[in-house]
């Protein structure tokens, strides 16, 4: 039962890749697409009639056929890697959500695990956050990196489902490890936002000539906007999970500190986004330097994930590898 | 974009920077620095000043992310001392070096205390001025009304058929249910013909509670270390240790520890049940759940029955007693030839895999010929190898068997020299069963009995009862960090997502007399829902008029 019900899960995440990797060419696309803007106008109106299919179809033709509505939602390419990415993500949550029904308990409990749920998570918040601003065009960044940490997690991290050891069962694993995964989710948003702040700042003054697509996205100023939004959500969440580590490590291990590697990492991703934000008020600072620190904290949080817990000696030795 | 836009802030009896971007009572070190007076007073003033700037605070927050790397590439003495040992065994040159460096120890180490020292003290340098600010800030009347509301974030205008002293009077009303703070000012006219109105006092609030919490946080865990202890003791099933400093197999006590902080209690260890994975064969003899069943006493009072758990630590006398391992203690019975017992009670045995080959160490210095010295292994599900050896293949106690090599010498237990009860020096000492002696290692399963070698007298395995390791913690401010962190979460989130934003209405009178109304609003700091904020006032303010 078990072992079925995990196979399944696989088969999701693996479903799950096949179309995030489509969506990822679409995203990419479309940034070509951007590059050479004059031809696409036309071609997404004589696009829309024949590309669509399903029951999005509908919905977007009432948009365009609406005469106030003569401007379409953005590029063709662009709703379809959207529309593909919603998909996989469905695929990948159920992946996810059988995997903890396998296991019987959350599925986070070791490397393979959290990197199906933190994964998944970031292409919850990338999707949620549309509602609030319209960042589709971070899809190409944000598909391409979860479509590269699945693949690296399903082939190299898998293990089978095994019942937790006693260190952790506890609430804290619930609360402490999914809102790790939230913070990464924002911190990820931020660090893509961060990278095309970068490159619209080099634009700016006549260097990455080459990036035509740039002109079709939001300056740097308001990149750099959108970024510390993003990002100080995330560093909220983040200083919840310090915290609850520590309450949870003082349950488990009987200290709430002790300079473990894991916890001197989120120490340090938490100082490096503690010094993003100062970074934003000090005169100087702002712009590219504040962007490359965000940047570097989500290369942190990475390193921390990936080289900490393969390579690192310590108690967070839970990757089950 | 609110927060990108330099906005003029009108209110001239504000001493904040004019960039409304940056944040509320945030002192930056002046662009130009003046070159101060080389007196010593100015020195110290111009350093001071450096000290407390956001840069220098920034830059301080930056080197100690780099400081903190060194210590989690390199095992510490505090968290891993074996690692620390090998370390140095593995890299003759370069371990000197980073033990001059202090790396080993790189948390308490000069240059680590002294970036967060400097941090910190730079931290209060900022906070306390902020404070009086804001203190000032707070009791201050909202900012005149400025000449040209149109220039500002979300300006609307409506037209009315109220008054001006009733559009006045209910825009205030509104405002104020909406949690500002207003004032009515007049323009040329003597008549009150506008309403300032600012909100968000919280905003700033927070980040000083924030900054603030964060000192908390650090003298706390300071004073919680140094009054507090922390001791190790291995507890047998049917044993019971108590709470004194003799009773510890290891202690740690902070700096100001005293003996009085030792409260008297015993812990009794009345079983100690593991369960462990019998299903999933993925995981076979995985632990799953450990259970310390405890009889605790405290000084005058009755017994109590108690449980421990891994996650569930015990909390008696101002401590936490935490389950932190466990293993096998075999209990072994050594008679003389004559058969008078000379030794008999167990051994904790040091596990050496997930199932549980353990290592035992069993020193007989006295009661018998020779003083005899015993290095076995015990393994709870022995299974014969194709060698000849053994090995367990199984955590829980299914086939156990105790095999002991023995040595006889001086075992040097009598020079007053405290040894490792867990290990046994066999340099010096001669073999007589095991390998390299004529009699092969003794074997024994529980209840089986065997002669020593040389007509010592006999050895007998007569139980297996399971030991805990107890980690016993004792620190008097750990609640108030944890108080001191919630306050950093509650202050973080206010001073992040709390709105400061000033809004203004006014009433101008038009050609013909008729009346206009006019709203704007001002961002200070991040707000990109303050022109979303003014239209809803005007909406609301135009459409029923408040009394
Ligand atoms: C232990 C050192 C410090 C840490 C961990 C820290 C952390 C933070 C964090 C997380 C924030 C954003 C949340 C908020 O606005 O409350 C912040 C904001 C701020 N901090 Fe610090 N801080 C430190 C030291 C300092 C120092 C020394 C100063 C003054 C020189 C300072 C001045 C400020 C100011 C003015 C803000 C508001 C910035 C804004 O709203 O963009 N901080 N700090």
């Not at chain 1, 995330?234 to 590697?261: K, N, Q, S």
């Amino acid at each position: 039962m078990t072992d079925t019900l995990a196979s399944y899960s696989l088969l999701a995440i693996y479903s799950a890749m096949a179309i995030y990797a489509i969506a990822f060419i679409m995203f990419t696309l479309d940034l070509a697409r951007r590059s050479a803007p004059a031809p696409v106008r036309l071609e997404v109106a004589v696009g829309a009639a024949t590309a669509k299919r399903g029951s999005t179809a509908l919905l977007e033709r009432l948009s365009t056929d609406a005469p106030a509505a003569a401007q379409p939602k953005g590029p063709r390419y662009l709703r379809a890697a959207f529309a593909l990415t919603i998909v996989a993500w469905v695929l990948h949550v159920v992946g996810a959500v059988l995997r903890g029904v396998a296991a019987g308990r959350v599925p986070w409990a070791n490397m393979f695990e959290f990197t199906l749920t933190a994964t998944a998570i970031i292409i919850g918040v990338f999707i949620a956050v549309q509602v609030w601003q319209d960042l589709r065009f971070l899809g190409a960044f944000v598909s391409g990196f979860v479509l590269l940490a699945l693949g690296i997690a399903s082939t190299n991290f898998y293990v089978d489902v095994v019942p937790l050891p006693p260190a952790l069962q506890s609430a804290w694993l619930v609360i402490h490890v999914f809102v790790a995964s939230l913070g990464t989710g924002f911190f990820a948003l931020g660090a893509a936002l961060s990278v095309v702040q970068l490159l619209q700042g080099r634009r700016a003054v006549g260097k990455a000539t080459r990036l035509g697509f740039l002109d079709t996205l939001p300056t740097a100023d308001k990149l750099e906007n959108l970024a510390y939004r993003v990002i100080v959500v995330g560093f909220v969440f983040w200083t919840f999970t310090l915290i609850a580590g520590a309450i949870w490590a003082e349950h488990a291990w009987g200290r709430y500190w002790g300079w473990d590697t894991k916890e001197v990492w989120t120490f340090i991703i938490w100082t490096i986004f503690a010094g993003y934000i100062h970074a934003r008020a000090t005169r100087g600072w702002r712009g590219s330097r504040s962007a490359t620190l965000a940047i570097i904290g989500f290369g942190a949080v990475v390193f921390n994930f990936t080289i900490v817990n393969l390579f690192f000696k310590g108690l967070h030795a839970y990757s089950g590898l | 974009m609110a927060s990108s836009r330099p906005s003029k802030d009108t209110a001239s009896n504000d001493a904040e920077a004019p960039d409304s971007t940056r944040p509320q009572g945030h002192f930056d070190a002046p662009e130009t620095i003046v070159q101060p007076k080389l007196d010593f007073v100015g020195y110290l003033r111009f350093f001071w000043r450096q000290l407390t700037s956001m840069r220098t605070a920034l830059l301080l927050l930056l080197l100690l992310a780099l400081a903190a790397i060194p210590g989690s590439l390199v095992p510490q003495v505090s968290s891993d001392p074996n690692g620390v040992v090998q370390y140095k065994a593995n890299n003759p040159t370069l371990a000197p070096v980073l033990e001059s460096l202090g790396v080993f120890s790189t948390y308490s180490s000069v240059w680590f205390s002294a970036i967060y020292l400097l941090l910190f003290v730079s931290l209060i340098g900022c906070v306390i001025p902020r404070t009086k600010h804001h203190w000032d800030a707070l009791r201050a009347r909202p900012p005149k009304t400025p000449a040209r509301l149109s220039r500002l974030e979300g300006f609307t205008t409506r037209e009315t058929t109220m008054d001006a002293a009733t559009a006045i009077a209910s825009a205030r009303t509104l405002l104020r249910r909406l949690g500002y703070r207003t004032e009515v000012y007049a323009s040329a006219s003597s008549a009150p013909d506008s309403v300032s109105a600012e909100r968000g006092y919280l905003r700033e609030t927070g980040n000083l509670v924030f900054h603030t919490a964060l000192i908390g946080v650090l003298i706390t865990v300071g004073v919680g270390g140094g009054f507090g202890y922390t001791g190790q003791r291995v507890v047998v099933e049917g044993y019971a240790f108590n709470n004194s400093l003799a009773s510890y197999d290891s202690f740690n006590p902070g700096r100001f520890f005293s003996d009085g902080a030792l409260e008297p209690y015993s812990i009794a260890l009345d079983s100690f049940t593991p369960v462990y994975e019998q299903k999933n064969l993925n995981a076979l003899g995985q632990p799953i759940d450990y259970t310390a069943a405890v009889t605790t006493t405290l000084r005058g009072q009755k017994p109590h029955k108690d449980v421990i758990k891994v996650n569930s630590p015990l909390e008696i006398g101002g401590t936490q007693v935490y389950l932190l391992g466990n293993g096998y203690a075999p209990v072994v019975t050594v008679k003389d030839p004559n058969g008078t017992v000379v030794f008999s009670q167990p051994t904790a045995c040091l596990p050496q895999n997930a199932n549980l080959t353990s290592i035992c160490v069993i020193k007989l210095p006295d009661g018998l010929d020779k003083q005899l010295g015993m290095l076995g292994f015990f393994y709870p599900t022995s299974v014969a190898q194709t060698d000849g050896t053994l090995a367990s293949n199984y955590p829980d106690l299914l086939n156990p068997i105790l095999s002991l090599n023995m040595y006889t010498g001086d075992l040097g237990l009598d020079n007053g020299v405290g040894t490792n009860a867990y290990s046994l020096n066999t340099d010096s000492l001669t073999e007589v069963a095991g390998l390299k002696a004529d009699t092969p290692a003794i074997r024994l399963g529980v209840g089986d009995s065997a002669q020593l070698p040389g007509g010592l007298g006999t050895i007998e395995l007569t139980a297996i009862p399971r030991f805990v390791s107890l980690d016993v913690h004792h620190d008097p401010a750990q609640v108030w960090v944890l108080v001191f962190a919630i306050l950093v979460v509650a202050g973080l989130v206010t001073s992040l997502f709390i709105p400061r934003r000033r809004v203004w209405v006014k009433v101008v009178t038009g050609k013909a007399g008729v009346l206009t109304l006019e709203y704007a609003g001002l961002a200070r700091g991040d707000d990109p829902a303050l022109a979303a904020a003014v239209e809803e006032i005007a909406e609301r303010h135009s459409q029923q008029p408040l009394a």
